[in-house]
C-alpha cells in the first residue's frame, strides 16, 4: 500500500487558494471512460457517494476560517493499493472501487484524524475522495488508486489541523498534538490486511520498505535474513497460471505415453509374427473376394470333363 502527500506547488496540487483546479483533475478521466461506455465513480465522503464536484469545492473553500491568504486550505493525499492487495479487494473494478471506499472511512479516516492527537475522530475530518482506474507510467494490469481532498480544518471550522507539520504529539508550547506519519502508514497497513484478511509477506510491509532504504548495513542484513526464514506464499494469478500449465502438461504427457505405447507394441512383436501378418495382408489383397466370384463359373469348374476318344489311324 503506497500513501502518499504530494507536496503543494504552483499548479494542481497548489492548496493557498481554491481546491477547484485539483477537483477539475480528479475528474480527467471520467469524460474517456463515458464515452467508452464504462461507468465512473463520482466523489465520497464519510457518509456519502456521488457527490457533485460543485459541491466539493464549496464545502472545501468554504472550511477555511482563520487561515490567511497564503496558508493552506486543503491537502491531497494518494493511496494506491499494490497489484496483491487489489486482487484481495474484488475480482471486478466495482467491487475494488466499493473496496477502496470502505477502506477509506473505517480505516484509513479514522487513523488520519486519530494520529493527530487531539481526541479527534472521522466524523471531525472533512474530506473527498474521488477513485481513479488509471495510472499514468505504470506497467501494473490494475492500477486503481484514490486521491483524497482534505481540509485543512476540522468539520467545525475551529481546529487547525495539518498532516506536513514536522511536529509529533507535542504537548507544550503554542503547537500542540502533530501528526506522525510513520505510525499512520503501519496503522493503516494492519487495518488494510484486518479488513480485507490479507496475508502480507514481510517483502510487503512499510517496515521493510523504510529499512531496506534508509536502513544501516546491520539492518537491512537482518530484515533480509528474517525475509528467507519467512514461508514464500503463491500469488493468486501464479497460482492459477502454474495450475494451467500443468494441465497441458499432464494433458500432454498423456498423450505422448500412448503414441509410445504404441509404437512400443509394434515394435515389440516377434520378427516371425509381423512377417506373417505382412505376407496374410498382401495374400489377402490378391485374392478375388466373395463378391468377384461368378456362381456359373465355378459349377462349370467342379463338373468332370469327358475324355476324347482317339479314332484309329488307317494305313
Avoid: W
Avoid at 486482487?87 to 472501487?97: D, F, L
Avoid at 481526541?119 to 486521491?147: P, T, V, W
Amino acid at each position: 500500500m503506497n500513501i502518499d502527500f504530494p507536496p503543494p506547488s504552483n499548479g494542481t496540487y497548489n492548496n493557498a487558494g481554491s481546491s477547484r483546479q485539483l477537483a477539475n483533475y480528479c475528474e480527467h478521466e471520467d469524460m474517456q471512460r463515458m464515452e467508452q461506455g464504462i461507468y465512473t465513480e463520482g466523489f465520497f465522503n464519510l457518509t456519502d457517494d456521488n457527490v457533485y464536484k460543485s459541491q466539493v469545492i464549496k464545502s472545501i473553500d468554504g472550511n477555511i476560517g482563520q487561515l490567511l491568504k497564503t496558508d493552506a486550505k486543503f491537502y491531497a493525499i494518494h493511496i494506491s493499493p499494490s497489484e496483491k492487495e487489489l486482487q484481495a479487494m474484488g475480482n471486478t473494478e466495482r467491487k475494488q472501487a466499493e473496496a477502496m471506499k470502505r477502506y477509506i472511512r473505517e480505516v484509513f479516516i479514522p487513523e488520519y484524524a486519530k494520529n493527530f492527537n487531539k481526541g479527534l475522530s472521522a466524523e471531525d475530518i472533512k474530506f473527498y475522495g474521488k477513485i481513479h482506474f488509471n495510472r499514468d507510467r505504470s506497467d501494473n494490469c490494475q492500477n486503481m488508486h484514490c486521491h483524497l481532498i482534505v481540509s485543512r480544518k476540522d468539520q467545525s471550522n475551529k481546529i487547525k489541523i495539518s498532516p506536513l507539520t514536522n511536529h509529533r504529539n507535542t504537548k507544550k508550547g503554542v503547537i500542540t498534538g502533530g501528526f506522525d506519519r510513520i505510525t499512520l502508514f503501519e496503522n493503516a497497513e494492519k487495518g488494510f490486511d484486518k479488513l480485507f484478511g490479507y496475508n502480507r509477506q514481510l517483502s510487503e510491509t512499510f517496515e521493510y520498505y523504510t529499512t531496506m532504504k534508509n536502513g544501516s548495513v546491520t539492518d537491512k542484513l537482518r530484515m533480509q535474513e528474517r525475509e528467507l526464514k519467512e514461508p514464500k506464499q503463491d500469488f493468486v494469478y501464479e497460482k492459477k497460471e502454474i495450475a494451467d500449465v500443468q494441465t497441458d502438461e499432464n494433458i500432454k504427457a498423456f498423450s505422448d505415453i500412448s503414441i509410445q505405447q504404441q509404437i512400443s507394441t509394434s515394435v515389440n512383436k516377434p520378427i516371425h509374427q509381423q512377417i506373417n501378418e505382412s505376407s496374410l495382408s498382401s495374400l489377402f489383397s490378391i485374392l478375388p473376394s466373395a463378391t468377384d466370384v461368378n456362381p456359373i463359373d465355378e459349377q462349370q469348374s467342379l463338373k468332370p470333363q469327358k475324355k476324347k476318344k482317339r479314332r484309329p489311324r488307317l494305313s
